[in-house]
């Protein structure tokens, strides 16, 4: 699956940027920072969950907490940025 998304992903920017030029309303770099925008907004988002998840086993799961639970904030970060890869 990921790699038919890494296929489609160099025909699907190429057709958005064709289609804001054509459209006057829209400008090519809003297309942009929108695009910066919702992939901060995600990478903020998984950041939260790793970091609600590993408080979560800290408090709640003494015995056996999750495996992640000893993750630095760096490596929140990484596995943030890296998602569902």
Do not use: C, N
């Not at 296929?7 to 804001?20: D, F, H, K, M, Y």
């Not at 086993?57 to 890296?82: D, N």
């Amino acid at each position: 699956m990921l790699i038919m998304l890494g296929l489609q992903l160099p025909g699907i920017r190429e057709t958005s940027v064709i289609q804001a030029e054509l459209d006057p309303s829209v400008e090519t770099w809003m297309l942009f920072v929108a695009v910066f925008i919702i992939y901060t907004d995600l990478l903020l988002l998984r950041f939260s969950w790793l970091w609600l998840i590993t408080r979560f086993s800290r408090l709640l799961l003494k015995k056996r907490p999750l495996q992640f639970a000893s993750y630095t904030y760096r490596e929140l970060w990484l596995a943030s940025f890296a998602g569902v890869r």
